[in-house]
């Protein structure tokens, strides 16, 4: 920790970076840091390069100072919540600070601060602040919880103890706006989400005795929606909730035929294994892949079920 205060010290022009299709955890752990460098008068840009952001992360704080290009007069750049270099969507010629809470994480960057008994990558930057005595204003205080209650989900999760909670009073303590999170966090559902969870709905397979639903999303459902991509994962969130079901499997068209793949468990299964066989990784029982070989959206749920079903 004290070789990362040590370079940011020395920074001229940090940029604070959130990794491709940015969920909370990540947009709000840029945010906490951007609020912090900015408290030190820093020089800081925040660099995303995904070119669209889910609406309703926006309303964290500094999420109008996103940009997607990423300044060539940066001489340090910090990832927040990046599993891979690849998560980056940029080559970097600057230092890199590489905060993250996932296991899988390959350590890259000229420093790492990786903490996979956190929670969420919030919670690995709230114990770095405590740690180095620095004060979480009330911008931090809010981008911390919303890490935190996403990663959690809700506060559902099975990673959820009594550490958590204690961590959550202090940041309301200091000033999070704790009930907008969980409005935008939450409860938030643009127009195309709710069409397209009927299309979901729909055609969700429940297989395996009813213990794997099986969720697969053409363009042409993306399109007939106006959904985004981010707009599925809360249903396959919600299909755990079925009383059968142990694991949920999500597969959606991209506009470049690719094909995105996302995991979710609520077992002892650990879906970031399978999720590695296609170069993607995650947690125990949330993880995400890209399939960049041609494959059609049935080819894949079949070689997918097999991998799945060998561990269920």
């Known amino acids: 920790m004290n070789k990362i205060i040590e370079r940011i010290n020395q920074a001229k022009h940090i940029v604070v970076i959130a990794h491709l299709t940015p969920d909370a955890d990540s947009l709000a ?3 906490a840091v951007y609020t912090y460098l900015l408290t030190l008068h820093k020089k800081v840009s925040f660099f ?25 007069s940066a001489d340090l ?18 230092d890199l600070i590489n905060i993250d809470h996932h296991a899988s994480n390959d350590k890259f960057g000229t420093f790492s601060l990786i903490d996979s008994k956190c929670i969420s ?34 506060f559902l999760s099975d990673e959820v ?9 202090e940041l309301i303590a200091a000033g999070a706006d704790f009930k907008l999170c969980n409005k935008y966090i939450m409860k938030y559902i643009s127009l195309g989400a709710f069409r397209l969870k009927a299309i979901m709905h729909k055609n969700m397979c429940l297989l395996h005795n009813a213990k794997i639903a099986v969720f697969c999303v053409t363009q042409e459902d993306m399109k007939t929606s106006g959904a985004i991509g981010e707009d599925c994962e809360s249903v396959l969130e919600e299909s755990l909730y079925l009383k059968s079901v142990e694991v949920a499997l999500l597969l959606r068209e991209n506009p470049d035929f690719t094909l995105k793949g996302s995991l979710r468990s609520n077992t002892l299964l650990d879906v970031s294994k399978i999720a590695s ?17 041609p494959m059609t959206l049935e080819e894949a749920k079949i070689e997918l079920l097999k991998l799945i079903s060998k561990e269920i």
């Open 161 to 169: 103890d009594g550490t958590t909670f204690a961590l959550v009073q």
């Open 277 to 293: 066989k296609f170069g993607g990784g995650g947690h125990t029982s949330r993880a995400g892949f890209v399939i960049e070989k």
């Open 48 to 72: 995303c390069a995904s070119k669209s952001i889910n609406p309703k992360l926006l309303f964290l704080p500094w999420s109008e100072k996103i940009r997607d290009s990423f300044p060539s």
């Open 29 to 31: 752990s840029a945010s």
């Open 121 to 154: 990558t919030t919670q690995v930057l709230y114990n770095f602040f405590k740690f180095n005595k620095i004060s979480i204003n009330k911008k931090m205080a809010t981008a911390l919880y919303a890490g935190v209650l996403d990663d959690s989900n809700g």
């Open 77 to 94: 750049a910090i990832s927040l919540d990046c599993g891979t270099r690849s998560r980056l969507g940029v080559e970097l010629k600057c």
